[in-house]
């Protein structure tokens, strides 16, 4: 499956520090506004320890993590929804992203400039989201202008129910409300899917602190951003994008002391990962042999037929069966062979809904 999540903010807020970090690229992280003006794309792995488990207990020639991309998407100023800064340009990369981390300055540094003149997330938080609200908007009143005569006029069925959703969409967005806080069918969201709007996508904030800080669960800017963020149900991640470009280029256990003197527990960096995995509804199912051992990326409610399709469309079409242990099982029993002795080795047809940790073989038939 390919993923990508979409790192947005105002300019100068640790966009371009938490990429290199991410990906551990080297691009440029430049004091002034728009140092980022194309894209940069990086692929991410996502943390898993279970993988390190069955590495050792398969020895395989090859290791392959579940992954999907960041991209570092350039600085958001006040009317870009109206072409000021980089403008619709920068809103149609958001709009290929399938999640959206919106980096907040939660930090004062008098060398380093605001485009506004102060520190003050929630208000450039504010303005990043009507931004967004506004441009979500015009693509509503665009189509509603080109489909509700012909929709009145014909009285087809699911141009009416176009019609009738895209103006529950445009009251809503009038109020500055994101669209994925209205409650949709399934048949609804099919609709909407098109159009790819920026507010209907999940969203994390990401609060960009300074070392010193970093461990104050008190600190006025965070817990401003995590208010406003409860609001809008959305997850809140903590993070100096500082000690995270420092972390990447220690060995791993120098990692965990660094971590440890600075009293954290799990990185920035793992923690937005995991819950931007998290909030796009995705699960791990892993294929294992002496040869690979692989995470493979799926989202929750699909079954095993879909499951195999992620490996090869073959295996979806001709999907027969899968051979299925828990990786939970695998780990308390010691080998398949103590799994399958215990009777913990099922058999799941076409109905089957695959739950994380899955460990699977796929039994397949292809005619010609």
Partial sequence: MSLKAGIIGMPNVGKSTLFNAI??????????????????????????????VLEKMYLP???????YEFIDIAGLVK????????????LSHIREVDAVIHVVRCFEDKDIIHVEGSIDPIRDIEIINLELAISDLEIVNNRLERITKKAETSKDKDALKEVELLNRCKAHLETNKPLRDIELTDDEKEILK????????????????????ITD????????????????????V?????????????????KKMFLEDLGIETSGLDNLIS??????????????????????????????PECAGIIHTDFQKGFIRAEVMSYEDLVTYGSELKVKEAGKMRL????????DGDICYFRFNVTK
Wanted: charged share 25%; with cysteine.
């Fill in 23 to 52: 990906t551990k690229k080297n691009i440029l992280a430049a004091n002034y506004p728009f140092a980022t003006i194309d894209p940069n794309l990086g692929t991410v792995t996502v943390p898993d320890s279970r993988l390190e």
């Fill in 61 to 67: 020639e090859r290791l392959i993590p579940t992954q």
């Fill in 79 to 90: 009317g870009a929804s109206s072409g000021e800064g980089l403008g619709n340009k920068f």
């Fill in 194 to 213: 098109n159009f790819n709007f920026i507010t209907e996508k999940p969203m994390i904030y990401l609060a960009n602190m300074t070392d010193t800080d």
């Fill in 217 to 236: 669960k008190n600190n006025k800017y965070l817990k401003a951003v995590e208010e406003y963020a409860k609001k809008e149900n959305c997850e809140v």
């Fill in 238 to 254: 903590p993070m100096c994008a500082k000690i995270e470009s420092e972390l990447v280029e220690l060995s791993d256990d120098d």
């Fill in 275 to 304: 819950k931007t995995y998290s909030i796009l509804g995705l699960s791990t199912f892993f294929t294992v042999g002496t040869d690979e051992v692989r995470a493979w990326t799926f989202t929750q409610g699909m079954k095993a």
């Fill in 348 to 355: 799941e047809g076409k109905e089957y809904i695959m739950q």
